[in-house]
């Protein structure tokens, strides 16, 4: 019995991931190539517009002022009327957007799509990984949003090339070759946005793709973790927004943002920088590399955070690796050293990623978890509008890279620290409570 038991599980979680897992990596593939080809329009657009660093990074930023004012309702939404609509239509209003800023004449028009792009995007991410709690048990929630996320260094390995060939060879109806980037990468959300709409499936319960055994499975033992979770932690709606642990993950994913983005955003500039012999195109091979190497290595520390059990270290470790990165980036002159320590810094930064997701559903549930969920995500994304402006104004106040690198390491190591203080305080919390149940017994 429990053999068979073992071969339905297994059955069952391989037809749920084949079926879920490609389908929203390829969509997580085309919202950051939406979100992040600016970094490689930037190597014309900012020469054309007369963009300095400093209003460049508050440009890259202001997509995530409109994504915080709207991640928690879009959440709440998607909740409410399913991921299939809700999520049909993030992706058709994005796609729009982002392929109107190709047709930008000025800083003002391009403050205002940015910041459209991210009402029109709120929502996605946080509702994919809700999503995905409908579908996945907590134990296999850290691999399977490592696959997810591994779209994240997908898309910068496809967007590098990519934006920087459009870059270099069209220039079809007298226009530049930046906004062609702009218009031909945000098409295709909208065509996914349609297909979204009639493959994606909203819970178990709605799969015809699944037989009626596996589906009577797959909602039993989803719903024995929602019974453990409600056993463990009660959690109200509106408790979430009192909830401490909802603000210190919050914190926590404020500082990572502000240096993934911060970095991420000028990522082809500082390559560019590191010669004066590199083509756009050569700029774009260029950073390929160290998403190649994030891609493997988030998936493989995150497969490890799994197995053995083990979320907090397993988020921890790599910001610190992160943190030591950034600052060798800093420090060494040299390209090849330097591109070492970008390697290092974006690989670290992203096998974070899959492990740190996996902490918030632990402590939420239902409803709940969406606007936990929203919550931390929109909160922590304030990040990405920080970190890409601090880092063009201290580039334009210094000349140089070098202090806004050091700056944002540090934001990585700060936030490995918090992870550290937070596994300490609820191990401690646990013991506390394990005495006071074994006094009680005897």
């Known amino acids: 019995m429990e053999s068979v038991n073992n071969s339905l599980e297994k059955q069952t979680i391989k037809k749920v991931t084949r079926r879920i897992i490609p389908f929203v990596f390829i969509l997580y593939i085309i919202a950051f190539l939406d979100r992040a080809n600016i970094g490689y ?29 709207f991640e928690v309702p879009s959440n709440i939404l998607l909740h409410r009327v399913g991921a299939r609509k809700w999520i049909a239509r993030i992706l058709v209003t994005w796609g729009i957007v982002g392929a109107l800023t190709g047709f930008a004449q000025n800083i003002g028009h391009l403050y205002i799509l940015r910041f459209l792009l991210g009402v029109a995007e709120a929502g996605f991410f946080p509702g994919i990984i809700l999503y995905l709690t409908y579908w996945f048990r907590g134990k296999e929630l850290a691999r ?68 009626q055994e596996e589906k009577t499975w797959l909602i039993n033992e989803l719903q024995k973790e929602q019974v453990d979770k409600k056993a463990k932690s009660q959690h109200s709606m509106k408790k979430v927004m009192k909830n401490p642990k909802v603000w210190y993950f919050s914190l926590i994913y404020f500082l990572y943002i502000t240096g993934g983005y911060g970095i991420g955003y000028f990522m082809p500039q500082i390559i560019q920088g590191l010669s004066n012999k590199l083509s756009n195109f050569q700029v ?76 918030p559903p632990q402590y939420l549930k239902g409803s709940a978890a969406a606007v936990g969920l929203a919550l931390v995500n929109s909160f922590g994304n304030l990040g990405g509008f920080l970190g890409p402006y601090m880092m063009g104004s201290l580039k ?44 009680y017994i005897l």
């Open 396 to 439: 334009e106040l210094t000349g140089s890279a070098t202090i806004g690198l050091y700056v944002l390491s540090g934001c990585m190591l700060c936030a490995s620290l918090l992870l550290l203080v937070m596994r300490k305080r609820i191990a401690t919390n646990k013991r506390a409570q394990n005495e006071i149940h074994n006094e």
């Open 284 to 359: 774009g091979l260029i950073t390929m590399i160290p998403y190649i190497a994030a891609a493997i290595a988030m998936n493989i520390w995150s497969r490890r955070s799994d197995r053995t059990g083990e979320s907090f270290l397993h988020a921890a470790f790599p910001l610190i690796l992160a943190f030591l990165g950034l600052i060798g980036l800093g420090y060494f002159s040299n390209p090849f050293v330097a591109i070492g320590m970008i390697v290092i810094a974006t690989a670290s930064m992203y096998s974070f990623s899959g492990p740190f997701w996996s902490l």
């Open 41 to 69: 329009a930037a190597l014309q657009m900012n020469k054309d517009l007369g963009l300095t660093p400093e209003i460049f990074g508050l440009v890259s930023g202001i997509f995530f002022i409109g994504y915080f004012i």
């Open 144 to 211: 399977t949003i490592a696959l997810f996320m591994t779209a994240i260094t997908v898309s910068y390995v496809i967007g590098a090339p990519l934006s920087a060939w459009i870059l270099d060879h069209i220039h079809w109806l007298n226009m530049d070759g930046w906004r062609w980037v702009f218009i031909f990468e945000g098409l295709p959300a909208v065509v996914l946005g349609f297909v979204t709409y009639f493959y994606l499936t909203d819970r178990p319960e709605d799969a015809k793709w699944l037989t």
